[in-house]
């Protein structure tokens, strides 16, 4: 067994290297039975190192939310940003596309009621905003306010993350429709060959991170409140839609580990909000 794991490993790092990541993983950083994996340790040196090299998680950076007039003048005036419950958009493959280009099995098997167990095991626990970056190019700018802020607002946030428990990372996309993420792939053929699967720790977690090649110009980066990680944290609610959510404040610290300040308010609408705003125009 101890050659079969030190071959692993071996491939494991070489694999690595192939993709650019310098740092090593030894023995004692994986567990071998019929799976591979790094999940039954404290410290998941083989996702760690995977995660920053794909999803660089990002300390301060400043980012753009489209939103609709309404949201926007609810948000500006109760000073609170709503996180929803990735369930609300399980219907543009959020989670599936992710689980069935990896050939995560188990989370596409039915529960006794008919639904695939992703949608209770992980979906509950996930809450995120979504962001775009402050660089678009004027074509994906306009598709964005066509998408989400037709006669709406763009806000512009400093989005700060003040505990490691947070998860604010630009999303990883499709590169061919179907094909699994290149890193993850090679890994899962190498350790075939050892008649083992690869199962990677906090795999529940990246897969809020990528979406299909369909959403690719919208230049996203995510927020995460993951309640896995926050247990005695955030109480959820449900808007009119029946949609979760948890709040987060907006200009002041809070538990979360997210520091959320407004810093810019676009739109030609005519908003309903404190006179101590400056809105500025939209010039595209």
Avoid at 43 to 63: A, F, G, T
Avoid at 256 to 279: H, N, R
Wanted: hydrophobic letters at 35%; proline letters at 1%.
């Amino acid at each position: 067994m101890f050659n079969c794991k030190k071959n692993i490993v071996d491939d494991i790092n070489s694999v690595l290297q192939a993709n650019g990541i310098s740092e090593k993983i030894d023995i004692n950083d994986i567990s071998v039975s019929n799976v591979v994996t790094d999940g039954y340790y404290a410290v998941h040196c083989l996702s760690d190192l995977i995660m920053s090299n794909l999803w660089p998680s990002i300390k301060s950076e400043e980012v753009y939310h489209f939103t609709s007039k309404v949201a926007a003048e609810s948000m500006i005036n109760s000073q609170i940003f709503r996180f929803y419950n990735i369930m609300k958009r399980i219907d543009d493959g959020e989670i599936y596309t992710f689980c069935e280009n990896h050939s995560l099995s188990g989370y596409l098997e039915k529960d006794d009621n008919g639904e695939m167990l992703y949608k209770s095991l992980i979906a509950p626990k996930i809450f995120y905003s979504s962001f775009s970056e402050t660089t678009l190019t004027q074509v994906q700018e306009k598709l964005l306010w066509d998408k989400f802020a037709k006669k709406g607002v763009r806000l512009k946030f400093r989005i700060t993350t003040r505990k490691n428990k947070t998860d604010f990372r630009k999303m990883v996309y499709e590169y061919k429709e179907g094909e699994p993420i290149k890193i993850l792939k090679e890994l899962s053929r190498a350790i075939k060959k050892y008649k083992r699967n690869f199962i990677l720790a906090r795999i529940s977690t990246l897969c809020a991170f990528f979406l299909s090649k369909h959403f690719d110009m919208e230049c996203e980066c995510r927020a995460v409140y993951n309640k896995w990680h926050h247990d005695r944290g955030l109480c959820s609610n449900i808007d009119k839609d029946g949609h979760k959510f948890v709040e987060i404040p907006i200009n002041r610290e809070n538990d979360t580990g997210y520091f959320i300040e407004l810093q810019e308010i676009c739109s030609d609408e005519k908003l309903e909000i404190s006179d101590k705003y400056k809105v500025l125009k939209r010039t595209n």
